[in-house]
């Protein structure tokens, strides 16, 4: 991934095959769960077509607008553009970035390109802001990029607007929500946080999505609670993370897995932490969408559509099922009625891929790596944290009984019948829904056997209605 970026896995370097597929080797019995029901989300009976559409989604090779590499022509794109842009966006994003473009001029910005010929630092940065202006004000699949926006606001907003947060200081970077940006299959899902956005005096955080997730691969868009709520959240308040890496490594070693496992843990606290909030933010779905997404990847880059055993040393990301046990732990702390059944379902799911588990340089048992994940989640949690004023995460975010009734109100306007494809128009406001919910209605509804291909255009009408109410992103707000 890009330094400064911070991601979901992207595609492996070529020829790569450490991780080929492990046979189940001396791992826990795994605990079958019946399912509960024609179109029970819990049934996960319609995983596999859902991985299947992500599969294919990521093998189609869609890509967004050819970077601008041209700096006059670029620059008078970016002028009409951004003229059509909402006020705050204009005032935190577009009017410093274009001063700092002027303030580079053409020559400054043919040097970065040239020093950056990957495209995987300065200069990624510098088109993916650019990127995400242009696609924005010139109209690029318009009605998904307002649904991709306004996930991203909600998740991020909704954190910061939250009514447990009062008394919570606001964050050191980053108060305006990210913008976004459709990019490349091969990059996967990732964020620059606010704090790398600064260099180019943009005032939020940017996050890019593979452009074939416009029309196709519904469980990568819950991959945007990682990204937002997750990382972009971690890296806006000064010390934050290396607090949560201190309170992961202090309950790992109250809960005796052992230094190594605990270092291991502690030294990916960037994803591992972006894993539980992601889930605090948009409940099961977030793990749905987690087991999902990885086997889809792992699908189209390894040939083996299973999650990763193996976490390698120099792998800043968990071991893929190292993480859907996190996922699944952290579904357990959430307060409505069903976590517990949705947790032990998630488990047995990952317990579908159980190989032979390897956390760095050291084998670990099956029990182990779900204990260890449980500890993680309750540290992320349910520590009282300094940065956030002596508040734990869980208090601030939740997922509860009443999330589940709007999810299940939003699925009504996504199932097997009604109307399909670009067309297809949500019928009416469902009240209290935020973004977050509807990607998790959208998430339910496939994962209890409706078609995701179909799902995927009603959850993209839904959420474009939502932002096109949106009072933050009206040309005319002021």
């Not at 196709?216 to 993370?241: C, K, M, S, Y």
């Not at 702390?333 to 517990?340: K, P």
């Not at 601030?396 to 589940?404: A, L, P, R, S």
């Not at 709007?406 to 935020?434: K, Y």
Request: with cysteine; charged share 20%.
């Amino acid at each position: 991934m890009f330094p400064n970026a911070v991601s979901t896995p992207a595609a492996p370097p070529p020829g790569w095959n450490e991780n080929a597929p492990e046979a189940a080797a001396g791992g826990e019995p795994v605990t079958a769960v019946a399912p509960a029901g024609a179109g029970d989300p819990v049934s996960l009976a319609g995983l596999a077509a859902c991985v299947e559409d992500a599969r294919r989604a990521t093998l189609s090779g869609a890509s967004g607008p050819p970077d601008p590499t041209l700096f006059p022509s670029m620059r008078a794109r970016l002028a009409k553009a951004c003229a059509n842009l909402p006020p705050a966006i204009r005032k935190a994003v577009a009017d410093p970035f274009l001063r700092a473009l002027d303030q580079m001029g053409a020559r400054g910005f043919s040097r970065i390109l040239a020093d950056d010929p990957e495209r995987e630092g300065e200069a990624r940065l510098l088109l993916d802001v650019a990127q995400a202006l242009l696609q924005r004000g010139e109209g690029y699949e318009a009605r998904a990029t307002a649904a991709f926006q306004e996930v991203v606001s909600d998740l991020y907003e909704g954190f910061l607007s939250a009514e447990d947060r009062r008394g919570v200081k606001p964050p050191d970077h980053g108060v305006t929500a990210p913008i976004v940006r459709w990019g490349e299959p091969e990059a996967g899902p990732y964020t620059w946080p606010a704090t790398v956005t600064e260099k180019l005096d943009v005032k939020a955080a940017l996050v890019s999505l593979p452009a074939a997730h416009a029309t196709g691969g519904l469980v990568a868009w819950p991959a945007l609670a990682h990204e937002t709520a997750g990382h972009d959240i971690l890296a806006a308040d000064d010390g934050l993370r290396d607090e949560l890496a201190g309170a992961v490594r202090k309950e790992l070693l109250a809960a005796k897995v052992g230094p190594a496992i605990a270092s291991y843990w502690a030294e990916r606290i960037d994803e591992s932490a972006a894993d539980v909030l992601g889930v605090l933010n948009m409940g099961p779905a977030a793990a749905v969408g987690l087991v999902g997404y990885f086997r889809a990847l792992n699908g189209a880059w390894r040939g083996t559509p299973t999650m990763r055993n193996v976490g390698r040393a120099e792998d800043p990301h968990p071991a893929d099922i190292a993480r859907a046990y996190l996922a699944a732990e952290s579904v357990r702390l959430l307060s409505f009625q069903g976590a517990g059944r949705w947790a032990d379902r998630l488990v047995a799911e990952a317990d579908r891929d159980l190989g032979q588990i390897r956390l760095g340089n050291v084998p670990v048992p099956a029990g182990v790596a779900r204990a260890s994940a449980a500890a993680v989640a309750r540290a992320v949690v349910r520590t009282h944290l300094r940065c956030l004023e002596g508040k734990a995460f869980g208090e601030i975010q939740d997922w509860k009984d009443g999330d589940e009734a709007i999810v299940a109100a939003l699925r009504r306007q996504m199932g097997s019948s009604g109307e399909s494809g670009a067309s297809a128009t949500p019928s009416r406001q469902v009240a209290g829904a935020t973004a977050a919910h509807a990607v998790a209605a959208g998430v339910y509804e496939a994962a209890g056997g409706t078609d995701p291909r179909r799902v995927m255009p009603r959850m993209v009408a839904v959420l474009a209605a939502m932002h096109a109410r949106n009072p933050g992103w009206r040309t005319g707000a002021v």
